[in-house]
T-cell receptor
Framework: KNEVEQSPQNLTAQEGEFITINCSYS?????LHWLQQHPGGGIVSLFMLSSGKKKHGRLIATINIQEKHSSLHITASHPRDSAVYIC???????????FGTGTSLTVIP | DADVTQTPRNRITKTGKRIMLECSQT?????MYWYRQDPGLGLRLIYY???????NKGEISDGYSVSRQAQAKFSLSLESAIPNQTALYFCATSDRRQDPYNEQFFGPGTRLTVL
């Protein structure tokens, strides 16, 4: 059983659509991370959350600690948002890390 | 300049060859990690180091070894490469001293193909 589960695995959207990617986890965490991986491989951190909600531009991340669930929302999606989005959690007092398998997003013009 | 660099970026080798992948960081972080990424499996931890004298196995360390030559350098070796080690390899760093959430910063990746 994976400690971090993401859904959907693949997502295709039309430009301008509102997108939601979900992440559920089964371990106690100190933080949850949303990462973005563009074609070509590089991984960058989008958000780090321990509670509540964060917003950067068109991206919004929320976390519900009680339900062990997080969502990443993209408003007014654009083709440049096409990437793999990875959910990861820090656990064990910061000494353990678990990664989801990623959600591959394609935004069509 | 990138804070976390990996060399080489791409490598094609043959079964049985010894390969070394290198990672350097200028972030001053104490912790360094090696991951491999395979389609559909996500990132899996190979080895991690919390400081120069502390090396730990991850979930898939068999067939790999590492060396932490300095705080800024962490190398991954495949002693005798085999085709199922074909993957994308990432180095990452974090700093537990400054960041209690231990956010990780990734290098650009090394695409390794073993024929």
């Amino acid at each position: 059983k994976n400690e971090v589960e993401q859904s959907p695995q693949n997502l295709t959207a039309q430009e301008g659509e509102f997108i939601t990617i979900n992440c559920s986890y089964s371990v106690g965490i100190s933080a949850l991370h949303w990462l973005q991986q563009h074609p070509g491989g590089g991984i960058v951190s989008l958000f780090m959350l321990s509670s509540g909600k964060k917003k950067h531009g068109r991206l919004i991340a929320t976390i519900n600690i009680q339900e062990k669930h997080s969502s990443l929302h993209i408003t007014a999606s654009h083709p440049r948002d096409s990437a793999v989005y990875i959910c990861a959690v820090t656990s064990g007092g910061g000494n353990q890390f678990y990664f989801g398998t990623g959600t591959s997003l394609t935004v069509i013009p | 300049d990138a804070d976390v660099t990996q060399t080489p970026r791409n490598r094609i080798t043959k079964t049985g060859k010894r390969i070394m992948l290198e990672c350097s960081q200028t972030k001053g972080h104490d912790r360094m990690y090696w991951y491999r990424q395979d389609p559909g499996l996500g990132l899996r931890l190979i080895y991690y180091s919390f400081d120069v004298k502390d090396i730990n196995k991850g979930e898939i360390s068999d067939g790999y070894s590492v060396s932490r030559q300095a705080q800024a350098k962490f190398s991954l070796s495949l002693e005798s490469a085999i085709p199922n080690q074909t993957a994308l390899y990432f180095c990452a760093t974090s700093d537990r001293r400054q960041d209690p959430y231990n956010e990780q910063f990734f290098g650009p990746g090394t695409r390794l193909t073993v024929l």
